[in-house]
């Protein structure tokens, strides 16, 4: 199943999880905040949600992401 993001687009989604926003996670990440927003959408379009809080809980229930990170 984890093979439905990138692995980039999982560390993304296991920052915004954590209570991150985009400024801090292209800090925490090295990328640009372009960048984290593209990964952000194409998460939320792959998991078919209509937002972040939501494809956190879907990736959960995929067991995309660990109950414990």
């Given at each position: 199943?984890k093979d ?8 993304v989604?296991e920052?915004i999880?954590?209570g ?5 996670i292209?800090s925490i990440?090295?990328?640009s905040?372009?960048t984290?927003?593209t990964?952000?959408?194409?998460v ?14 879907k ?5 995309i992401l660990p109950l414990?990170?």
């Amino acid at each position: 199943m984890k093979d439905i993001i990138s692995k980039r687009e999982q560390e993304v989604l296991e920052l915004i999880s954590l209570g991150y926003i985009d400024k801090e996670i292209a800090s925490i990440l090295y990328l640009s905040l372009n960048t984290v927003k593209t990964h952000r959408k194409s998460v939320i379009e792959k998991l078919a949600c209509r937002n972040a809080p939501a494809s956190v809980r879907k990736a959960f229930e995929l067991q995309i992401l660990p109950l414990a990170i």
